[in-house]
């Protein structure tokens, strides 16, 4: 095989749930990110493959890492995100923080409890964020705050995709703690529908998940980039609004993922509220003239 991108699935930044590198990006900073998203979507389509034995997709990740580091360039995905990295002089650890997430999915199918599959996410969402932040110039202040949204990003999916992921790769992120508190085995993940059980735990992850994204509220007023602080206040709008269909809804047997009127509403939404509390920050930090004694 000569380039590892044969293996993609053929999703795109474009076929996400939350939005990638899109129009409120500025240009300058679009080709990084989406050098970033093809890597790490390549990477990830490795480790999802249905046919590929565990020993070939731990070499096919390790080979990727090689091009990235610039030991080989066999993988035109890590020779792109190569030079990128150079040109920006920004460095390559959030995307082998991802590769180190990619390895623990071909080799770890369950997870004990909140903090380890909060440990999953600090490798495989948290560093998306980062990399972003780093190539805006951003901060490392505002990491908590990404981390928080990241995370429950990752949770989000996962909860929407249970049922997927345990049937097709034998993968549960539903912590096993969460599933036993509520008197479930893993096998329920794999019903037509959601016992009520199962569907309890699920609910509880997503209240859970919500209180997450409570933290990242404050994401898009402590950033200094104006239009990454607008992409992030809509992606933290879109998250919400997740959560909250899967504290109602069965992922087993219900539509858990918005339609494009509901992006699209939600996109506004997220905009006009990331303007108007950074104009009212704006004007609370402009100094106040002294009154007449």
């Known amino acids: 095989m000569k380039d590892a991108s044969e293996l993609r699935s053929g999703k795109g930044h474009r076929d996400e749930n939350f939005p990638v590198a899109s129009w409120l990006i500025h240009p300058r900073h679009r080709e990084p990110i989406v050098a970033f998203y093809n890597f790490v979507r390549t990477a990830d389509d490795i480790a999802d493959h249905p046919a590929l034995p565990p020993a070939e997709k731990l070499a096919l990740l390790d080979r990727l890492e090689a091009g990235l580091l610039g030991k080989g360039d066999d993988d035109a995905a890590a020779v792109r995100l190569r030079s990128a990295l150079a040109a920006g002089h920004l460095a390559a650890r959030h995307a082998q923080d991802l590769l180190a997430a990619f390895k623990l999915d071909v080799t770890k199918l369950r997870y004990r409890d909140w903090d380890d599959l909060i440990g999953y996410c600090s490798l495989s969402a948290m560093p998306v964020g980062r990399f972003v932040c780093d190539v805006h110039g951003e901060s490392r202040s505002v990491w908590a705050a990404n981390d928080a949204l990241c995370a429950a990003l990752q949770i989000i999916n996962h909860l929407q995709d249970c049922k997927s992921d345990y049937l097709n790769l034998d993968r549960v992120y539903v912590p096993l703690d969460a599933l036993a508190a509520t008197g479930c085995v893993v096998e329920a993940l794999g019903e037509e529908r ?73 996109t506004l939404i997220g905009i006009l509220s990331a303007a108007s509390r950074r104009l009212g920050r704006r004007f609370s930090a402009a100094p106040q003239a002294p009154r007449d004694a």
């Open 194 to 266: 959601s016992s009520p059980a199962l569907l309890a735990c699920l609910h509880r992850l997503a209240e859970r998940t919500q209180r997450l994204l409570s933290e990242s509220d404050v994401f898009p007023i402590i950033l200094n980039d104006r239009r990454l602080a607008l992409e992030v206040s809509v992606i933290n709008t879109l998250a919400h609004r997740l959560t909250r269909i899967l504290m109602a809804r069965d992922p087993l047997s219900e539509r858990v993922h918005l339609q494009l009127p509901a992006v699209a509403g939600l």
